[in-house]
Nanobody, 122 residues
Framework: VQLQASGGGLALPGGSLRLSCQFSGGTFNHHTMAWFRQTPGQEREFVSA????????YYADSVEGRFTIFRDFDKNTAGLQMDSLTPEDSAVYFC????????????????WGQGTLVTVSS
């Protein structure tokens, strides 16, 4: 399985960005997809996850109500719509895939994308 993340960039506080993760080399609907983020000197933290079929979605408290995770089975992509961004959302965002049910634990995910930088600043 290979994951390719894209869509990071610079946003103003209160603005929006959409991240995308292209999945290849495996069976997309057998994998839980997730987003994690990391800032310098900090542990990688869970942001959001979506179940195999796309029905169940999970969010960290810090992004609940502002971020929306989704997946497109025609394009084998998973995305993260980020609205009402704050400077505290600035981080490198990683997409991850797990050949199994939902988890929010970094060590349960088998495959990782390369990370995309999100900067929220005025």
């Amino acid at each position: 399985v290979q994951l390719q993340a894209s869509g990071g960039g610079l946003a103003l506080p209160g603005g929006s960005l959409r991240l995308s993760c292209q999945f290849s080399g495996g069976t997309f609907n057998h994998h839980t997809m997730a987003w994690f983020r990391q800032t310098p000197g900090q542990e990688r933290e869970f942001v959001s996850a979506i179940s195999w079929g796309g029905t169940n979605k999970y969010y960290a408290d810090s992004v609940e109500g502002r971020f929306t995770i989704f997946r497109d089975f025609d394009k084998n992509t998973a995305g993260l719509q980020m609205d009402s961004l704050t400077p505290e959302d600035s981080a490198v965002y990683f997409c991850a895939a797990r050949d199994g049910p939902y988890s929010n634990l970094e060590n349960k995910f088998h495959y990782w994308g390369q990370g995309t930088l999100v900067t929220v600043s005025s």
